[in-house]
């Protein structure tokens, strides 16, 4: 009987010992790359990542579009694959992308945008930064759930900053959704979005907010050497498009707010609040 009864204990200490060392959100018995191996082998990190994803479900429950949203976490987990090659970086990486889904799915404007900035390897301490042979990671991608950085203008002027309340974000967006800026930077008035026609990656479009004339909200957009003017009223389900200089009633083009197309999106943007009026004609 206690023959059997050490036997049956040496059993469960083989299989205990033969088990991964940490849990993750992943199977650690099929980690391939070294950033997983490394996740699975540290309790912190592995602590962090059940963590992740536990947030990610919540944002993703409450994401406006769920495929665009998960198309954008594969973007924020290539980025950590290709750049984070340490634990400082990856312990970075967890708590600003936990950070980051948290305030999307708490649908808190004020909480994203209080958000500290991403640590550089500057930032980190001495002992915890690789070796200068390490390559220096690119710039993460921007979450669209996030208000991007706005850099200071020269002049000093301070970037603006809504910090809607609760109930203002009620007001002016649907049961259960944020509004969210789309532009990725802004100066003295103007603001920059990414042109999905602009071939070139990375290429802006410049849109300049005037306000609202006669029940219309005004706004004009370069991109290149022309010129575009949206217009549009009421609930904004429509959109005029006049290339300058036109003739309003031979030259619009009338096209529904799809709520995806960069005229809509910017649009909706100002229609949210979110593009302060120009003062520069």
């Known amino acids: ?60 429950l409450r994401a406006a579009d769920r495929r665009a949203f998960s198309a954008d976490s594969d973007k924020q987990w290539r980025w950590r694959e290709q750049n984070c090659h340490d634990r400082a970086c990856l312990l970075d990486w967890y708590r600003r992308r936990e950070g980051e889904l948290q305030a999307l799915a708490q649908g808190s404007i004020d909480q994203a945008a209080s958000l500290p900035a ?38 000093g002027a ?12 009620a007001g002016i967006a649907p049961a259960g959704a944020a509004p969210w800026p789309h532009y990725v930077r802004v100066d003295q008035g103007e603001y920059f ?16 907010y005037y306000g609202i004339e006669n029940g219309q909200y005004i706004i004009e957009v370069n991109r290149g050497s022309d010129v575009l003017r949206y217009t549009c009223s009421a609930d904004c389900a429509y959109i005029g498009q006049l290339a300058l200089p036109g003739d309003v009633e031979k030259d619009m083009v009338i096209v529904r707010n799809d709520r995806n197309s960069l005229p809509s999106i910017i649009v909706n943007d100002a229609v949210n609040g979110l593009l302060a009026q120009s003062r520069v004609r």
Do not use: H, W
């Open 1 to 60: 009987m206690k023959t059997s009864f050490l036997r049956a204990a040496l059993a469960a200490q083989c299989l205990i010992a033969s088990a991964p060392l940490f849990a993750a959100s992943f199977d650690c018995a099929r980690a391939g790359s070294a950033n997983e191996k490394t996740i699975c082998a540290d309790p912190e990190l592995s602590a962090l990542d059940d963590r992740l994803g536990k947030a990610y479900r919540q944002a993703r």
């Open 118 to 155: 991403r640590a550089t390897r500057a930032s980190l301490p001495a002992a915890a930064v690789m070796p200068s042979a390490a390559p220096t990671p690119a710039p993460a991608p921007a979450l669209a759930a996030v208000i991007p950085a706005l850099a200071t203008p020269a002049n």
């Open 158 to 169: 301070v970037p603006l900053r809504l910090n809607l309340s609760a109930s203002q974000v």
């Open 193 to 208: 979005y990414e042109d999905p026609q602009g071939g070139a990656r990375g290429k802006l479009v410049a849109a300049r």
